[in-house]
């Protein structure tokens, strides 16, 4: 039985990934140790880790400047550790309206204490508009990907700030699109989405925004992670350990610009169904569009949830929407393969033709 699984996360893992964790789990490199047993100390997972790193760095061509930084806690973590390591340089920090989890990060560095301004977008580009005065920042957060409202602020839509270093919440298209980590000082991406089990979090960081001085608690310190390779204290092992493997994956399948032509062709295939439908509808800009998160309904929360009943019987997970809008929603991640989309398709045919 194959089941699709449209989930915003944890989400779909590449199936040979998935073999490859099975094949090894009983005997890791053949230390006759599982990698859930062994030690974070011991060199077989110092050069998991070293590959890891590696292969983002290959992946998305991080410059020598910046650190790749294993953390845990998640996006919700680096709503904290982010203006505890970066602010107070200024007198305050600089958000780009664009929903849940910006408010999310907005309402977290409000509640330590600092300083903050939700910048509202007009519609019209550039983001932020013309007069806004980067002299009074720290930095710029935005939400890269709007993985609950299903829009992105893609590569040729880059937020612009010269002065300040641009924040970018990767957490639901990193490595889905071709992004310069130059435009940044510092991006950050839960891996539940796009790389490897809940557990870890990616950082990559400029160097010169590391401040030495902060006292802050060490397991948000970008300082402790940097100096000690990630492994002051224990890190996620297993999550590490799977993100090797899919960020190996990726290289052997043409790394990010092949995930993105794939990612582009698979939401263009769903947004192009939802487009002509007479039931169900997409409500985002055009050039905005997730490749990832596809956000649709009927609006009609009965229908929706029918539909969700109804793709269930047909083996397709997941597509219930966010609780927060309601709706539903299909997370296309680069582990989705073409056919999941070519038969959500048709389930969502079949069931306007039946119920439209
Ligand atoms: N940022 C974005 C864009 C997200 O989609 C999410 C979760 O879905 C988060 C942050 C919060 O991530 P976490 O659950 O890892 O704290």
């Not at 169904?273 to 409500?283: A, E, G, P, R, V």
């Not at 998160?293 to 047909?314: G, K, S």
């Not at 966010?322 to 038969?343: D, W």
Request: proline residues 5%.
């Amino acid at each position: 039985m194959t089941v699709y699984n449209f989930s915003a996360g944890p989400a779909v893992m590449p199936k040979p990934v998935i073999d490859q964790i099975q094949r090894e789990m009983p005997s890791f490199n053949d230390s006759g140790m599982s990698i859930l047993e062994i030690s974070h100390r011991s060199t077989l997972f110092e050069n998991v880790l070293n590959d890891a790193k590696q292969n983002i760095k290959d992946l998305m061509h991080v410059p020598d400047n910046y650190h790749i930084l294993f953390c845990q806690g998640g996006g919700t973590g680096q709503f904290a550790a982010v203006p505890l390591n970066l602010a107070n340089r200024r007198e305050k920090i600089a958000f780009l309206d664009s929903g849940h989890w910006n408010k999310k990060a907005y309402q977290e560095a409000e509640q330590l204490g600092y300083g903050i301004d939700v910048i509202k977008e007009n519609g019209q580009l550039p983001y932020p508009s013309d007069n806004f005065d980067e002299t009074l920042y720290d930095y710029l957060h935005v939400t890269i990907n709007n993985t609950i409202e299903g829009s992105t602020y893609h590569p040729n839509h880059l937020p612009n700030v010269k002065d300040i270093p641009l924040v970018g919440d990767m957490s639901s298209n990193f490595m889905a699109e071709s992004y310069d980590v130059n435009d940044f000082g510092l991006i950050f991406a839960g891996a539940q989405k796009n790389l490897a089990p809940a557990g870890l979090t990616i950082v990559i960081v400029r160097d010169d925004l590391i401040d030495p001085a902060k006292h802050i608690p060490t397991i948000l310190n970008y300082e402790a992670y940097a100096k000690k390779n990630s492994m002051f204290n224990t890190p996620p092992v297993f999550p590490i350990y799977a993100a090797k493997l899919t960020t190996q994956w990726l290289l052997d399948n043409g790394g990010i610009a092949e995930m993105e032509k794939r990612d582009i062709q698979k939401s263009g295939m769903l947004y192009d169904y939802l487009d002509q439908s007479k039931l169900f509808h997409n409500n985002v800009k055009k050039d905005e569009r997730s490749y990832t998160n596809i956000v649709f309904t009927t609006n009609d929360d009965d229908l929706d949830a029918q539909f969700v009943d109804f793709a269930a019987d047909h083996d397709l997970i997941s597509l219930k929407g966010h609780r927060s809008i309601g709706g539903l929603r299909a997370s296309l991640y680069n582990a989705m393969p073409v056919e999941g989309v070519e038969k959500l398709i048709d389930v969502l045919t079949k069931f306007e033709q039946t119920r439209g």
